[in-house]
C-alpha cells in the first residue's frame, strides 16, 4: 500500500517513510492511495477477538508488509498492556440503546492514548532499524500532549518538543505533561491558542532549516496518518459488542482536529455498517456550521470548559473533503487556501454527500454543564465535559431508537474538575492512583512569545547530542 498526500504534488510514500514525515511536503495529509475492504462475513468473525487481536486485523493491511506480523503483533500488544481496564475500551450503558465508550483507561487517561501508545512504539522499532534520531514537534489543546510525552518518553533515538497554548488547557493536563521529568522532553507554553500552536507546527514542517543536519521533524498530532489508522480500531470493536455487523450502529463524536470522527468514516469506508457519525462541537462550532449551513467562516476562538475542542481550523477535515472531492488534489489546494482565508464554502453535491452519513450540533458550556449534572443525578455516572457535549450532540441528533447510538468518551472527567464542580459534583474527581501526587510533582516548561524564530531557536538549542 502507499500513500498520497491530500493536494497532489508528492510522489507516493511508503507506511514508514509517512509516519516518519507527518505533513506532506506540499501541506497537505497523507491518506492510502486505497482502502481495504472488509466484507460482512469477515468483519463476523472477528466477534470473539481480544481488542489486541482485533487492532492487528484492522492495522494490518495498511502497514502491509513492511512489518512483519509477529513484529506489529508485539508492538500492538506493548501498546494496550499499559491499559487499566480488561476490555481497553469498554461500553457503558446509559439510556434506550444509548451507550458511552470509555477511551480513557490508558496511561493518560485520554482517548489519544489508543493511537499514541502505538505511534511510540511503532516510531521507537522504525528508528531502531534505521539507526536513525528525530526530532517530535507537536502542539496539543490539552491531550494530546500528555499522551505523546507518555507513548514517546522512553524512546531513544528522540527529542521531544510540545507546544500548548499558556493557561489554556486545564492544570491536570498540564501537570501530565511538565512533571515528566527527562532531558530529550521539553514543554513550551505559546502565548497564544491551540491554533497559534499548530499553526507554528505546520510552518516548522514546512520549513526544517532550523534544524541540526541528520534530523527531521516527526508529527505526533494526527495530522500524522498512524494516529488515524490505530484510532479505526475502536469503532470496530464497539460495533461488534453491540450486535454489529448484523446490525448498524451510530456514533456520537466530541470534535476539534476531526482525526477521531475521521476514522469512524474511514470504518464506514471499509466495510462496517454505520448508519450515522455526529459532529458534536462545543462553542467553537465551524464544523457544525459547515456541515448544517455550509458555513465554514473563521471566527475568533473562545475559551471554554471543554479546552480540547477550542480549536477553528481542523486539520482533518482536509482529508475527508479529498475523499469526497474524488481525490482532487487541486480542488482541495483551493479549498484550502480559501480556508485559511477565513471563508471557504462546499459546492453543493458535496455538501449533500456529507450529509448522508455526517449529522451535527453544538452545545455550549451551560449545557454541557447541566448535562453532567443530570447524568450523574440520574445514572450515577460522571462525565466529562467532552464527554457530555458528545452525549448531548448523540441526542439531539440521533435518527432512531433502534439504532445503538455510542457517544465517544474521550477523557477522564478527573481531568477537568472546574466544569465537574460546576455541575454541582460535591469535590474534584479523584485521580487514578498512578496519578494521585501528580499536583506533588515538580512542574518544568518553558513560556515563549507567538514568535516562530524564538520557538525555533529554543528547539535548535535544546536537541540531545
Not at 498520497?4 to 509517512?18: L, M, N, W, Y
Not at 495530522?223 to 456520537?252: E, H
Not at 448544517?292 to 482533518?316: F, K, Y
Request: glycine share 6%.
Amino acid at each position: 500500500m502507499k500513500y498520497i498526500s491530500t493536494r497532489g504534488g508528492v510522489a507516493p510514500k511508503s507506511f514508514e517513510d509517512v509516519i516518519l514525515t507527518g505533513l506532506a511536503p506540499d501541506g497537505g495529509l497523507f491518506v492510502p492511495d486505497q482502502l481495504p475492504q472488509f466484507s460482512h462475513s469477515e468483519i463476523s468473525s472477528w466477534q470473539n477477538l481480544s481488542y489486541e487481536e482485533l487492532a492487528l486485523k484492522v492495522i494490518s493491511p495498511f502497514v502491509d508488509d513492511e512489518i512483519p506480523q509477529s513484529d506489529l503483533k508485539q508492538l500492538i500488544e506493548k501498546s494496550y498492556s499499559t491499559f487499566r481496564h480488561s476490555e481497553i475500551a469498554p461500553l457503558v450503558k446509559t439510556g434506550e440503546n444509548e451507550w458511552i465508550l470509555e477511551l480513557f483507561h490508558g496511561p493518560t487517561l485520554a482517548f489519544k492514548d489508543f493511537a499514541l501508545q502505538f505511534l511510540g512504539n511503532l516510531l521507537d522499532y522504525t528508528l531502531e532499524k534505521r539507526q536513525q534520531k528525530v526530532v517530535i514537534m507537536g502542539a496539543t489543546s490539552g491531550d494530546t500532549g500528555s499522551a505523546a510525552i507518555e507513548g514517546c518518553r522512553r524512546c531513544n533515538n528522540i527529542d521531544i518538543f510540545i507546544l500548548h497554548p499558556y493557561q489554556r488547557v486545564s492544570d491536570v493536563q498540564r501537570r501530565q505533561m511538565t512533571t515528566v521529568q527527562a532531558d530529550n522532553i521539553h514543554n513550551i507554553a505559546l502565548h497564544g491558542n491551540f491554533d497559534d500552536c499548530q499553526n507554528m507546527v505546520k510552518a516548522s514542517f514546512a520549513d526544517q532549516s532550523f534544524l541540526p543536519d541528520g534530523r527531521q521533524l516527526v508529527a505526533v498530532n494526527s495530522i500524522n496518518w498512524a494516529r488515524i489508522m490505530a484510532q479505526i480500531v475502536y469503532y470496530f470493536w464497539a460495533s461488534l459488542r453491540l450486535g454489529g455487523p448484523d446490525q448498524a450502529i451510530s456514533f456520537s463524536v466530541p470534535t476539534g482536529n476531526f482525526g477521531d470522527i475521521f476514522a469512524g468514516y474511514l470504518a464506514s469506508k471499509m466495510g462496517l455498517p454505520i448508519k450515522q457519525l455526529v459532529i458534536a462541537t462545543n462553542q467553537n462550532d465551524i464544523l457544525h456550521r459547515c456541515i448544517s449551513e455550509n458555513d465554514h467562516t473563521t471566527r475568533p476562538l473562545e475559551q471554554s470548559l471543554a479546552p480540547s475542542m477550542d480549536i477553528m481550523i481542523s486539520s482533518n477535515f482536509e482529508r475527508l473533503l479529498f475523499d469526497l472531492y474524488d481525490k482532487d488534489g487541486k480542488a482541495i489546494v483551493d479549498l484550502m487556501t480559501d480556508a485559511k482565508a477565513g471563508h471557504m464554502r462546499l459546492c453543493e453535491t458535496v455538501l449533500t454527500k456529507a450529509r448522508q452519513l455526517f449529522s451535527s450540533y453544538r452545545c455550549d458550556d451551560k449545557e454541557m454543564v447541566e448535562l453532567i449534572r443530570d447524568t450523574f443525578r440520574d445514572h450515577d455516572y460522571l462525565l466529562d465535559p467532552h464527554t457530555a457535549i458528545g452525549l448531548a450532540a448523540a441526542r439531539e441528533c440521533r435518527a432512531d431508537l433502534q439504532t445503538p447510538m455510542v457517544a465517544l468518551a474521550t477523557a477522564h472527567p478527573a481531568k477537568f474538575p472546574d466544569a465537574v464542580k460546576q455541575a454541582g459534583y460535591p469535590s474534584d474527581p479523584e485521580l487514578p492512583s498512578h496519578m494521585e501526587n501528580l499536583f506533588e510533582r515538580e512542574e518544568r516548561f518553558t513560556i515563549l512569545d507567538n514568535d516562530q524564530l524564538a520557538v525555533q531557536s529554543f528547539i535548535s538549542d535544546n536537541i540531545t547530542a
